[in-house]
């Protein structure tokens, strides 16, 4: 017989073999869950009982009944009413359980079949026990539409931020963003976590970008660690080497060349899956050597990214658009670190790669043009115009970049425009009229931006 003090729970507790905090408040939790779901009643998966509270359970014979919440996740856990579970345990319901027999009070089972009775309610209440932990462990916030339609949008925002505003856009995505954090909040089995995990980097990689494009560097900075982050949870190379090059793209802008070279060496550790990341870090390092005038080093660089455009054949990068690296995109970084090299054979180098990377871009559809790329790639061909002494020829690639830059302005092309006019004011022909033309447009551009939300388009 049970001590006249001991309530039904705790011999239950001592029956089950829950004695251990620790142990019943595991099982505690997967029945809260799991009444949570049956009764679609999210505050009871909340449900939590402090070890104080469970050891004045286990001590007291009088300690007053659960808060109503924590009842019911009580009651289904051990399938007896509240009052019940707290109320005396007697003699029969005592002796039953030390029997194995169930909670009633059912008469004893005869010696010789009463060690066939407590193994196989041993085993049954153990089988339950994992029932109940699978239809828990079962349960997802997540299913495959949700997660199609996450990468439907993915895919659709990169494919498309080339050419649209990036305000609008940063808003668009932050949501998407916070929505694949929010999923990540609940349960799923472990495939839709690591997929979520890589939409959420892939997210956070594009803040990062849009940020750069608006000229705050430092939230830049933090929106790529996030996003680098959720690529080591994710396990996906592709993305935490897109990432490293995110990481000193920003460093180059932010005048660390040093800082750019160790981000995109570092990003080689990474072999992407599939794609043209590997191709997008040896450009970048190749742009920061040529900025620190290392010769030798930004040729290698260039070299090995032609390397690798080779060996990528025709793998595609996911989830591709803005993500991608194409030939026209790689032409016009080779072309800036031929015009850091400097020299009349650099200059002409960088000439031809820039020529060409405007030429395979203009073959794209208008509404799917990089707007900021070609302008990009137009600033390189009108340098090196420049620089040969091609004034007419720069002046035209100049109005060209102006005329995208209202519409859809990036920090990286103001920067672009505001060297070109540097280097302008320096020679002679900036007092020509053509050159004061040139120079006029640029400022009128840098004094409209002034007064405007950078990057919102007009």
Same mark, same amino acid.
């Given at each position: 017989?049970?001590?006249?003090?001991?309530?039904?729970?705790?011999?239950?507790?001592?029956?089950?073999?829950?004695?251990?905090?620790?142990?019943?408040?595991?099982?505690?939790?997967?029945?809260?869950?799991?009444?949570?779901?049956?009764?679609?009643?999210?505050?009871?998966?909340?449900?939590?009982?402090?070890?104080?509270?469970?050891?004045?359970?286990?001590?007291?014979?009088?300690?007053?009944?659960?808060?109503?919440?924590?009842?019911?996740?009580?009651?289904?856990?051990?399938?007896?009413?509240?009052?019940?579970?707290?109320?005396?345990?007697?003699?029969?319901?005592?002796?039953?359980?030390?029997?194995?027999?169930?909670?009633?009070?059912?008469?004893?089972?005869?010696?010789?079949?009463?060690?066939?009775?407590?193994?196989?309610?041993?085993?049954? $209440?153990?089988?339950?026990?994992?029932?109940?932990?699978?239809?828990?462990?079962?349960?997802?916030?997540?299913?495959?539409?949700?997660?199609?339609?996450?990468?439907?949008?993915?895919?659709?925002?990169?494919?498309?931020?080339?050419?649209?505003?990036?305000?609008?856009?940063?808003?668009?995505?932050?949501?998407?963003?916070?929505?694949?954090?929010?999923?990540?909040?609940?349960?799923?089995?472990?495939?839709?976590?690591?997929?979520?995990?890589?939409?959420?980097?892939?997210?956070?990689?594009?803040?990062?970008?849009?940020?750069?494009?608006?000229?705050?560097?430092?939230?830049?900075?933090?929106?790529?660690?996030?996003?680098?982050?959720?690529?080591?949870?994710?396990?996906?190379?592709?993305?935490?080497?897109?990432?490293?090059?995110?990481?000193?793209?920003?460093?180059?802008?932010?005048?660390?060349? $040093?800082?750019?070279?160790?981000?995109?060496?570092?990003?080689?550790?990474?072999?992407?899956?599939?794609?043209?990341?590997?191709?997008?870090?040896?450009?970048?390092?190749?742009?920061?050597?040529?900025?620190?005038?290392?010769?030798?080093?930004?040729?290698?660089?260039?070299?090995?990214?032609?390397?690798?455009?080779?060996?990528?054949?025709? $793998?595609?990068?996911?989830?591709?658009?803005?993500?991608?690296?194409?030939?026209?995109?790689?032409?016009?970084?080779?072309?800036?670190?031929?015009?850091?090299?400097?020299?009349?054979?650099?200059?002409?180098?960088?000439?031809?790669?820039?020529?060409?990377?405007?030429?395979?871009?203009?073959?794209?559809?208008?509404?799917?043009?990089?707007?900021?790329?070609?302008?990009?790639?137009?600033?390189?061909?009108?340098?090196?115009?420049?620089?040969?002494?091609?004034?007419?020829?720069?002046?035209?690639?100049?109005?060209?970049?102006?005329?995208?830059?209202?519409?859809?302005?990036?920090?990286?092309?103001?920067?672009?425009?505001?060297?070109?006019?540097?280097?302008?004011?320096?020679?002679?022909?900036?007092?020509?009229?053509?050159?004061?033309?040139?120079?006029?447009?640029?400022?009128?551009?840098?004094?409209?931006?002034?007064?405007?939300?950078?990057?919102?388009?007009?």
């Amino acid at each position: 017989m049970a001590p006249v003090d001991q309530t039904l729970f705790q011999a239950l507790v001592r029956k089950r073999g829950l004695i251990d905090y620790r142990v019943f408040y595991r099982r505690l939790r997967i029945a809260a869950a799991e009444l949570a779901a049956l009764e679609r009643e999210p505050a009871l998966a909340r449900v939590t009982i402090g070890a104080r509270q469970f050891g004045r359970w286990m001590d007291e014979s009088q300690c007053g009944l659960p808060r109503p919440l924590t009842g019911r996740v009580l009651e289904h856990m051990f399938q007896k009413e509240v009052a019940i579970l707290f109320g005396p345990a007697t003699a029969g319901i005592a002796g039953a359980i030390a029997r194995g027999n169930g909670d009633s009070g059912a008469q004893c089972l005869e010696p010789s079949t009463g060690s066939d009775a407590q193994t196989r309610d041993l085993l049954m $209440t153990a089988a339950n026990e994992s029932a109940a932990f699978a239809t828990y462990a079962e349960q997802s916030n997540v299913g495959p539409h949700t997660l199609d339609q996450l990468d439907a949008d993915i895919r659709r925002i990169v494919a498309t931020y080339p050419n649209r505003p990036v305000v609008p856009l940063f808003a668009e995505v932050r949501e998407l963003r916070d929505r694949a954090f929010e999923l990540l909040e609940g349960r799923q089995p472990p495939s839709y976590t690591r997929d979520l995990y890589l939409a959420a980097g892939v997210l956070c990689g594009i803040l990062a970008n849009a940020s750069f494009d608006l000229g705050n560097y430092r939230a830049a900075e933090t929106q790529a660690r996030t996003a680098f982050l959720c690529g080591e949870q994710a396990e996906h190379n592709g993305l935490r080497s897109w990432i490293r090059g995110t990481q000193a793209l920003i460093a180059y802008w932010d005048d660390r060349a $040093t800082d750019a070279i160790r981000l995109a060496e570092s990003g080689q550790e990474f072999v992407p899956e599939q794609g043209t990341a590997h191709i997008r870090l040896a450009s970048i390092a190749a742009r920061a050597y040529g900025r620190l005038g290392r010769h030798g080093e930004a040729l290698e660089a260039l070299s090995r990214a032609d390397q690798y455009r080779e060996q990528s054949g025709d $793998t595609e990068d996911l989830p591709g658009g803005m993500m991608a690296f194409p030939p026209a995109k790689q032409m016009f970084y080779a072309s800036t670190a031929h015009l850091w090299l400097g020299g009349s054979t650099h200059v002409e180098l960088a000439a031809g790669l820039a020529e060409e990377s405007v030429a395979l871009y203009e073959l794209d559809p208008v509404e799917r043009r990089r707007l900021g790329e070609l302008s990009l790639a137009r600033m390189d061909l009108a340098l090196a115009e420049l620089g040969a002494g091609e004034l007419e020829g720069a002046a035209d690639q100049i109005q060209a970049v102006l005329g995208v830059a209202a519409r859809r302005p990036t920090e990286s092309v103001n920067r672009r425009l505001d060297q070109f006019s540097r280097r302008l004011a320096a020679l002679p022909a900036a007092r020509s009229p053509l050159g004061l033309d040139l120079q006029d447009g640029i400022i009128h551009h840098q004094r409209k931006q002034l007064g405007l939300p950078a990057g919102e388009g007009r």
